[in-house]
């Protein structure tokens, strides 16, 4: 079945630093692929998406774009700021009639320090 | 729009006790689930329900129930609470396959 890998962490990196957190994936045929934000006491907030291979998906300052070579979705910031420590999911979703299709990863914890 | 609404935002059960957790959308969106987030687990799927009438179990059904009567109401029952059970609860919603979740707030519940 579809599955989606991505580092558990936590990350903790200085405000200011470069992010990378990564996103790899197993699925059939040709998945939609998504980050998801989840601030402290909220639920998850979709950050950006891509729908097909090559595609960047970007956001906030945030991009990410679908590799189907590599079966990798990585997320990416130039500088981080103290406000973007939160849980980042890797998610993909595939066109399948009857099941739910959707997939989610582990979920990475960011804490950005001043 | 609202988007999803879940209701209440905290529940304490004692073991044994059933209680309903309430999901709407007002998106009319076709495909609506239950997720349970628990700490190193990630988002696990309960149910989920491909349009009103349709429901299917996913990853963990074990001990609840729901049921899909109208497009924009998806409830999640817990028959009889269990201190496993203590998790944080989301409800999402999407216009089909291939498109993207939208989750309410959470419903955090713990069974003693």
């Known amino acids: 079945g579809d599955s989606v890998t991505q580092m558990e962490g936590p990350v903790t990196l200085s405000e200011e630093a470069f992010l990378t957190i990564n996103c790899t994936y197993t699925a059939t045929g040709y998945p939609s692929l998504f980050w998801y934000v989840q601030y402290p006491g909220e639920g998850l907030q979709l950050l950006l998406k891509?729908?097909?291979?090559?595609d960047k998906g970007s956001n906030k300052g945030f991009e990410a774009t679908y590799r189907k070579e590599t079966t990798s979705f990585h997320l990416e910031k130039g500088s981080v700021q103290v406000s973007d420590s939160a849980v980042y999911f890797c998610a993909l979703s595939n066109k399948r009639g009857g099941a739910d299709g959707l997939t989610f990863g582990k979920g990475t914890h960011l804490i950005i320090q001043p | 729009n609202a988007g999803v609404t879940q209701t209440p935002k905290f529940q304490v059960l004692k073991t044994g006790q059933s209680m309903t957790l309430q999901c709407a959308q007002d998106?009319?969106?076709?495909?609506m689930s239950w997720y349970r987030q628990d700490p190193g687990m990630g988002l696990r799927l309960i149910h989920y329900?491909?349009?009103?009438?349709?429901?299917d179990q996913g990853e963990v059904p074990n001990g609840y129930n729901v049921s899909r009567s109208t497009t924009e109401d998806f409830p999640l029952r817990l028959l009889s609470a269990a201190p496993s059970q203590t998790s944080v609860y989301f409800c999402?919603?999407?216009?089909?396959?291939?498109?993207?979740?939208?989750f309410g707030p959470g419903t955090r519940l713990t069974v003693t």
């Open positions: 891509a729908t097909k291979a090559d």
């Open positions: 329900s491909v349009g009103a009438g349709i429901t």
């Open positions: 999402a919603s999407r216009r089909g396959a291939g498109y993207e979740q939208y």
């Open positions: 998106m009319n969106h076709e495909y």
